[in-house]
Nanobody, 121 residues
Framework: QVQLVESGGGLVQAGGTLRLSCAAS????????MGWHRQAPGKQRELVAAITSGGGTNYADSVKGRFTISRDNVKNTVYLQMNSLKPEDTAVYYC???????????????WGQGTQVTVSS
């Protein structure tokens, strides 16, 4: 079984910074893409940023130039550095990972439990 554990959320003033971390643990063969999504109250969950195993990245237009996603393949951890935070960034942030359990089995998407980010104006 694979577990994703997030940390780093909290309350910050507008213009501030936060760094989220998400560590994958358990038994698996490899991790493909990893990413961060967020869900604000009354809104659908949306992709914030994603990163492939090779380091290719993709960002939502709303966070480009402010957020940076990175990963440590040795630690099986993905990070989200969030700068110049805005009140509209307030949401529960979820990490996800496309995990291959073994060489001969297809990959499965796993999700973390979510971490609250609140940006005050």
């Amino acid at each position: 079984q694979v577990q994703l554990v997030e940390s780093g959320g909290g309350l910050v003033q507008a213009g501030g910074t936060l760094r989220l971390s998400c560590a994958a643990s358990g038994s698996f063969f490899s991790i493909n893409a990893m990413g961060w999504h967020r869900q604000a109250p009354g809104k659908q969950r949306e992709l914030v940023a994603a990163i492939t195993s090779g380091g290719g990245t993709n960002y939502a237009d709303s966070v480009k130039g402010r957020f940076t996603i990175s990963r440590d393949n040795v630690k099986n951890t993905v990070y989200l550095q969030m700068n110049s935070l805005k009140p509209e960034d307030t949401a529960v942030y979820y990490c996800n990972a496309d995990v291959r359990p073994s060489l001969y089995r297809p990959s499965t998407d796993y999700w973390g439990q979510g971490t609250q980010v609140t940006v005050s104006s």
